[in-house]
């Protein structure tokens, strides 16, 4: 009962400091709400188990080769067959294959992303249905029926979880054509990989994986491995064994696997496969946070430590009167177990919206960042630390002796003080090194931001609408098929405010897979040192292209409607490839041809094609534009329709976006018309990540840098206080204002100054050892640890302005007379 009034007495004592009270609650708020926030995103992202059963043994192969630059090559049917054969360490192999198809049947038919798989692709990965069953075995083969399974989060958003969609039929539409399938069942919740696929069918919907080149073709690669470990075998086999039978695969067929390209195979567990790209980020986002803890811990630990050497008379009163030690310890915990108490019941009620917020930003590195929830074991972690520190700092300040209570009670007390003010400084030194790290890396983020908005594209991206109109055949001969998509263009072109039309290969950054498509070729004229063909990037676009996006024609001309598949064959290539083939010469009406062997697996011709024209480098992949390797060629000479329909206009590209939508329906009702945008809001769609991360820890750093004020603030403020006496001696020996206030403001910079050397010392060392970890992190510049000295540094004198102008106010006489 006696506490619970010490509590009370405490509650009434703190009421009369509301500033202390509200600025040690919102303190740990931040601290603990921050750090329980985000340990539940890194808790649900990378340290919680997958659905998949026995996820352990659930690997994923990789192919890569280097030399061509791919990190993921994917795999081809036959190699597929060769590395499968023989395996003791894997038990079974299951292949996915990334495919977009636009879905008739389920609702307004649009393109979504899908894949299809073999029969043993689900018995791999482990997973279950939630209603009617999953692909297996008998659902392979060419005289197999089509058979769709629905992803969970597409069943229950799209469909609303109508279980009548059990034996439904759909049309799914492809680049290669219509095929039409049965739902059989619905996935249970679970990690899309390798894409957020929304439907995974089986072989047969696709009739391109079923094509004689697809199946034979060893360079046709376009097939994602999962694989799953026998028992009792571990990674370590499993990898070795792979490793022995792609070498002896590698070596079987040279013509192949070029040493030069260096082919290699590699296998991860799944787990760690799908928590890469966010693994760095969030690992790097709880690092931030762990020193905006420190930070905010060391705050609370100044304030109220110097509150406690300010309550050293008034506890020597009540010493002096009978008061006990245990008493006053007592009355110090309530104290402070009020003080952290508030603050970890606000982190509560902070934490809730942040990891809302935190997740919605880790969504953009991981489906499994999606309908996150607070994870309240961080939480009562971090009020149980609160608890543990409200205890610490009721023992940390010294009581008055029991022999010699007079020490408050003669003024003595502030000289005592002397110990707690250099713990004050070394608490306040150590938040400003942590804030100086937090700085230091939203710096690197914030310049890294600035360079990206600050370029430029090589084309115009303000005017310019991209639309997706993918492939539809059903029920059309290819002539057909060809004439539909002529006519939409026609039709657009002649709307109001529209100045030119036309129809590329994918849309400038949003496209990876198709962007990244590259063949070998040859050149007539143009031999390489080493004696290998050159590699240029592949694009199909239609006449009017260049003049879509703003590209003049350096030399030649555009293509022609003329420029059709019973014409010339004819090419446009990009400057740089022009000056790599033709250097000091006129490339024009010299003939390429490709001689990539997948070419023939994809239906491109061999045969040589003049080139007509030279254009600027186009840099459709990059943000940072760099030399593009580009040969442009007609779409009516090579693929037909390519899906993406680009409108030039001369006012808001958005206001055309009924019109044409209404222009393809009244020609085709089922056509879609898809994710409409400028190329503008697409760039700035691609630097959201960045933009996010540049958000995220600048605004850390900048709460960081507040509290690290507050502080500096703290501690000088106390000093002034414990230094009445000699600031009075000074003013009546002579000393001027000035002097004075620039003793205090030496003192908070000196403070800071320390903070930026621990701080530029640490961050060095960290830096280097992070980055033999962790090769894709940019690692900080001059300029960012000069950027966060400054402000360091000026933050620290706008602390110190504050109680330094309290110290030059000091009247000597009474200073004097009080001591």
């Known amino acids: 009962m006696s506490f619970f009034r010490d509590l009370k007495v405490a509650a009434r004592s703190l009421a009369r400091v509301p500033a202390l009270w509200i600025t040690v609650a919102l303190t740990l708020a931040l601290g603990i709400g921050a750090n329980a926030a985000i340990f539940s995103v890194v808790r649900a992202v990378l340290l919680r188990p997958l659905a998949n059963s026995d996820e352990s043994r659930l690997l994923y192969l990789r192919q890569s080769a280097p030399g061509l630059g791919q990190d993921n090559a994917t795999f081809s049917v036959p190699e ?167 070498g002896a695969m590698v070596a079987a067929h040279p013509e192949v696997y070029k040493p030069e390209d260096h082919y290699q195979i ?21 690092a931030a946070s762990g ?9 609370v630990a ?62 953009r590195f991981s489906a499994r960042a999606n309908d996150l929830t607070l994870d309240f074991s961080m939480v009562w972690f971090g009020i149980a630390l609160a608890l543990a520190a409200a205890v610490f700092l009721a023992f940390i300040p010294r009581l008055p002796s029991a022999d010699s209570p007079q020490g408050g009670l003669s003024g003595r007390g502030a000289r005592v003080a002397g110990g707690s003010s250099r713990r004050l400084r070394i608490f306040a030194v150590t938040q400003i090194a942590a804030s100086f790290l937090l700085l230091g890396g939203a710096c690197v983020l914030m310049k890294t931001l600035f360079v990206l908005e600050q370029t430029r594209p090589p084309f115009d991206s303000a005017n310019v609408l991209a639309v997706n109109l993918p492939l539809m055949s059903y029920g059309k001969t290819p002539l ?47 031999k390489r040192d080493n004696g290998e063909d050159f590699r240029a990037k592949f694009r199909v676009v239609s006449p009017g292209f260049f003049d879509t996006f703003g590209v003049p024609i350096k030399e030649g001309r555009d293509f022609k409607d003329s420029d059709r598949a019973d014409a010339e064959r004819v090419v446009i290539i990009s400057q740089s490839l022009a000056k790599m083939l033709y250097p000091g ?36 992949e990059n943000i940072i534009p760099a030399p593009a390797m580009t040969i442009y060629e007609p779409v009516e000479q090579e693929q037909g329709w390519t899906g993406r329909l680009f409108v030039r206009t001369k006012q808001d590209a958005y206001s055309v976006v009924p019109a044409i939508t209404q222009i393809v329906h009244e020609l085709s009702v089922d056509q879609p018309v898809e994710k409409a945008s400028t190329l503008g809001d697409v760039r700035a769609e691609v630097l959201t990540p960045d933009r996010l991360n540049a958000i995220v820890f600048g605004g850390f750093a900048l709460v960081a840098l507040l509290i690290s004020v507050v502080g500096v603030a703290g501690v000088l403020a106390f000093s002034v206080s414990g230094r009445t006496r000699e600031f009075g001696i000074r003013m009546a020996m002579g000393a001027q204002r000035r002097n004075i206030l620039s003793i205090v403001l030496v003192e908070g910079v000196a403070m800071a100054a320390i903070g930026v050397g621990a701080g530029i010392a640490i961050g060095f060392a960290l830096s280097r050892v992070v980055a033999r970890y962790v090769t894709e992190i940019h690692q900080p510049g001059s300029l960012a640890f000069i950027a966060s000295a400054v402000a360091i540094l000026g933050a620290a004198i706008i602390a110190s302005a504050i109680p330094a102008s309290r110290a030059a106010k000091v009247n000597a006489v009474e200073a004097l007379r009080a001591e």
């Open 80 to 246: 597929i067959k060769d590395i499968g054969t023989g395996l003791k360490s894997i038990k079974e192999l299951g292949t996915f294959s990334e495919v977009d198809f636009t879905v008739v049947g389920l609702g307004t038919p649009r393109e979504i992303p899908a894949g299809v798989v073999d029969g043993n692709y689900f018995e791999v990965m482990g997973l279950h249905p939630v209603l009617g069953r999953l692909l297996t075995p008998a659902d392979d083969g060419q005289n197999a029926a089509g058979a769709v399974v629905l992803t969970y989060h597409f069943w229950r958003a799209s469909l609303h979880s109508d279980p009548t969609v059990i034996g439904k039929t759909v049309r799914l539409e492809g680049p290669t054509g219509a095929r039409s399938a049965t739902v059989v069942g619905v996935l249970e919740p679970s990690v899309p990989y390798p894409v957020s696929t929304e439907i995974i069918a089986n072989l047969v919907t696709s009739p391109h994986h079923l094509s004689a080149t697809m199946v034979t073709g060893r360079e046709h690669r376009m097939t994602e491995v999962f694989a799953r470990l026998s028992p009792n075998a571990t990674l370590d086999n499993a990898r070795a064994e792979l490793q022995t039978t792609y």
């Open 266 to 286: 590699n296998v991860t567990r799944m787990h760690d496969q799908i928590n890469a790209r966010a693994n760095t980020i969030l690992w790097i986002l709880f």
């Open 291 to 299: 020193l905006l803890f420190v930070i905010a811990s060391s705050n």
């Open 585 to 620: 010469q006129d490339a024009l009406n010299r003939t390429v041809r490709w001689t990539d062997g997948v070419i023939k697996f994809v239906g491109i011709s061999p045969e040589p094609r003049r080139i007509i024209a030279v254009v600027p480098d186009f840099d459709d």
């Open 302 to 363: 100044n304030l109220v430590l110097a509150r406690a050497v300010r309550r050293e008379p008034e506890l020597a009163i009540r010493s002096a009167l009978g008061a006990s030690n245990s008493t006053l310890r007592r009355s110090l915990l309530a104290e402070s177990l009020i003080l952290c108490g508030s603050g970890a019941i606000a982190a509560v009620a902070l934490a809730i919206p942040m990891v809302a917020v935190l997740g919605r930003y880790a969504s």
């Open 480 to 526: 057909q098929v060809d004439e539909f998509y002529r006519e939409v263009q026609r039709r657009v072109r002649a709307l109001p405010g529209v100045e030119h039309v036309s129809s590329g290969f994918g849309t400038p950054w949003r496209d990876d897979r198709g962007l990244g498509v590259s063949f070998q070729f040859a050149a007539e004229g143009a």
